[in-house]
């Protein structure tokens, strides 16, 4: 949905891609059939893309994402990403 948005700036659609393209890509920094560490480069790119967009993600959007989604995954879904952007943003404090 982000992508579609005028508002959204290019800096963030670029992120949106660049982090699809580097999920999908089976070239990782951290080769993903490793078990217990494969995925973390990927969370880490994730983390990442969800603290930067964040801010960009308003109430139309959640609309719009909420009429895509089937009805039993509508509330999960963004309690998921604010959950995730929540925990980041915990350990940005603590570091600082």
Not at 43 to 71: C, F, G, T, W
Request: one cysteine or more.
């Amino acid at each position: 949905m982000l992508l579609k948005e005028s508002s959204t700036p290019l800096w963030a659609k670029t992120a949106i891609i660049g982090a699809l393209g580097y999920l999908i890509c089976p070239l990782d920094a951290v080769p993903d059939p490793i078990p217990g560490i494969g995925f973390v480069d990927d969370l880490a790119v994730m983390a990442l893309l969800i603290s930067q967009i964040y801010a960009h993600i308003n109430d139309d959007i959640r609309n719009k994402v909420d009429a895509m989604l089937p009805e039993r995954c509508r509330d999960s879904f963004f309690v998921m990403i604010s959950n995730a952007y929540a925990a980041i943003r915990f350990q940005y404090e603590i570091r600082a």
